[in-house]
């Protein structure tokens, strides 16, 4: 991130987002510089660490009801008025997952905690975030096969139980309301008719968009990648990438260049959407190099959490794959902050003396290690 200012299309740019992505280079400091950590101790964190967003939780619903009280409109509880103006709803179900994992994997639950776990199930489905909701239900599916330690009966009847106690979650309200709105534009300004949706195919294809097509989830990210290989193409960007941050003057050039819609009023134009999956994103700003980093980061996290066996390791490793294909997770500040700390607390970093004593004299550090 730091050498591509040399090359950045805009260094002012560049230089504004490194202070948000201090976090890579400050918490994996203090993670080396403090003595290494026990599973004890990693667990004692996540739950202080659940209970804490148990809390925020409860404080985001005590909130929708004071607005629904005033206003009447039941949109308070669900998505981003749930979570709040300054809180993306996507985000807060990822710092909530975590927490419910958590929860879910703790061997002597006490009554009050399968509340929690019920109260975060439900806030989570509530945030009607579709792509966190599929991977927590998949992960919690995987959680009572493989490591419960349940009879078989005992896992059929929960695992039945729960995915109908999931559906029923999933089609009340927002949640089945944002699944069907897959299939309908993403905003319709009042003063354009004759809507037209863009299908995967054309958003793909299509030279030329008019104010009239607009995209669901689907068809824009597919639009997103489309351009980000047209980038490829025109500009030798493979290695090096434009620069951290700076794709976003490209993806509004090509905006411009396919024409399309630019915002009317309090809709947001497409070209001020960067390309919401953080792999697409990598690549455009720092390049292969800067890409293949990312993959051996997250793949690193998922090997070293299956080679533990352990739940909230394995879950938070594969939450963070899945969470990359569709939000820039690392850039935004609170995402790089709540990746790199829990990512160093699963990777349980070593001091950085004894990485260099092993490194430098590794057959004394083994016969330290056996006294």
Known sequence: MVLSLCWSLDSKI????????????????????????????????????????CLFCLYCIIRATVRYSSSGNIDVFFYHELSGPDL????????ISLALFEFISRKNKTFWGYIATLFLL??????????????????????????SGLTKKAITITVCLFCLFASALGYYGKIHERIAHEMRPVAVPTDITGVHNVTVGEA?????????????????????????????????????????NTSSIKVDQKAAEHNIFHGSG????????????????????????????????????????????????????????????????LWRQRGVVFFTLFYCLFNDLRPLSARLLNLLRPNKVKELEQV
Not at 122 to 147: G, H, R, T
Not at 281 to 298: C, P, S
Request: glycine share 4%; with cysteine; charged share 15%.
């Open 88 to 95: 993306n709803a996507i985000y807060c179900s990822a710092l």
């Open 122 to 147: 439900i806030m989570v489905f509530l945030l009607s975030s579709k792509n966190i909701i599929i991977i927590d239900v998949a992960l919690i599916i995987v959680y009572y096969i493989f490591f």
């Open 204 to 244: 793909w294809k299509t030279d030329r968009f008019t104010n009239n097509h607009y995209f669901n989830g689907t068809a824009f990210r597919a639009y997103q990648i489309r351009i980000f290989t047209e980038m490829l193409q025109e500009d030798p960007i493979f290695f090096n990438g434009y620069g951290l």
């Open 14 to 53: 560049s230089l504004k987002a490194l202070g948000k992505e201090a976090s890579l280079v400050f918490i994996p400091l203090a993670f080396i510089l403090n003595r290494r950590l026990n599973r004890r101790a990693v667990d004692d964190i996540l739950k202080n660490y659940s209970l804490a967003m």
């Open 266 to 329: 309090e809709v947001v134009g497409y070209n001020k959407y960067n390309f919401h999956n953080q792999y697409v994103e990598t690549f455009a700003d720092l390049g292969f190099f800067g890409f293949l980093i990312v993959i051996i980061i997250v793949l690193v996290n998922l090997i070293n959490g299956l080679t533990a066996k352990y739940f909230v390791h394995i879950a938070f490793a594969v939450l963070m794959i899945s969470l990359f294909l569709t939000e820039s997770f």
